[in-house]
């Protein structure tokens, strides 16, 4: 069965960085895209990038233009999400997502990012 | 960018009567040379990670009930749950992926 487990999450002061790990098992990872979507506590779901099968494509939300960088190992069965300068309003529940028939048709348990001084 | 709205903001329900939540674009999500509507529908239990219902529109995800049906083109839809079940008690996102990606704000499902 499809997982996706997320780590990285953490504790912050505003400016830092942080990467965030989705390690994904139970389908042919090199086959299919990648998201990352936040959740701000108490707050609804906003889509914050993805990256193609093979690397070669991303796109990202305009608040993560210049600071966050998604990538994949596809050797490791991973992909990451690079977040740097961080802001207080970056902190959420960060969550990995498949693509497949739909843009997320599977999810992580999602991982913690506070970002407070 | 898409805007996606949705209302209402909250609807409590009956155990078994009809719940009906509605979902606009402010461009249509409709690719008319495939003519697929670029439209889905997640369910967030509380404490719980999203869960993909439906896409393009009215295309129910493999293992979801058939109480729930999705309808709709172009900049509106509507996602029913035709009986209301206490399992049912959630938060509903409609998104857009035709150009880029965005999500409604969220309609919460109660128990009347």
């Known amino acids: 069965q499809v997982q996706l487990v997320e780590s990285g999450g953490g504790v912050v002061q505003p400016g830092r960085s942080l990467r965030l790990s989705c390690a994904a098992s139970?389908?042919?990872?090199?086959?299919?895209?990648l998201h990352w979507v936040r959740q701000a506590p108490g707050k609804g779901l906003e889509w914050v990038a993805v990256?193609?099968?093979?690397?070669?494509?991303?796109e990202y939300a305009d608040f993560g233009k210049g600071r966050f960088t998604i990538s994949r190992d596809n050797s490791m069965n991973t992909v990451y999400l690079q977040m740097n300068s961080l802001r207080p309003e970056d902190t959420a529940v960060y969550y990995c997502?498949?693509?497949?028939?739909?843009?997320?048709?599977?999810w992580g348990q999602g991982t913690l990012v506070t970002v407070s001084p | 960018d898409i805007v996606m709205t949705q209302s209402p903001d909250s609807l409590s329900v009956s155990l078994g009567e009809r719940a009906t939540i509605n979902c606009k674009s402010s461009?249509?999500?409709?690719?008319?040379?495939?003519?697929?509507?670029?439209l889905a529908w997640y369910q967030q239990k509380p404490g719980q990670s999203p869960k993909l219902l439906i896409y393009?529109?009215?295309t129910r995800q493999s293992g979801v009930p058939d109480r729930f049906s999705g309808s709709g083109s172009g900049t509106d839809f509507t996602l029913t749950i035709s009986s209301l079940q206490a399992e049912d008690v959630a938060v509903y996102y409609c998104?857009?992926?035709?150009?880029?990606?965005?999500f409604g704000p969220g309609t919460k499902v109660a128990i009347k």
């Open positions: 461009q249509s999500v409709l690719h008319s040379s495939k003519n697929k509507n670029y």
């Open positions: 393009w529109a009215s």
């Open positions: 990256i193609s099968y093979d690397g070669s494509k991303k």
């Open positions: 997502a498949k693509d497949g028939s739909a843009p997320h048709d599977y």
């Open positions: 998104q857009q992926y035709y150009r880029s990606f965005t």
């Open positions: 139970g389908f042919t990872f090199s086959d299919y895209g």
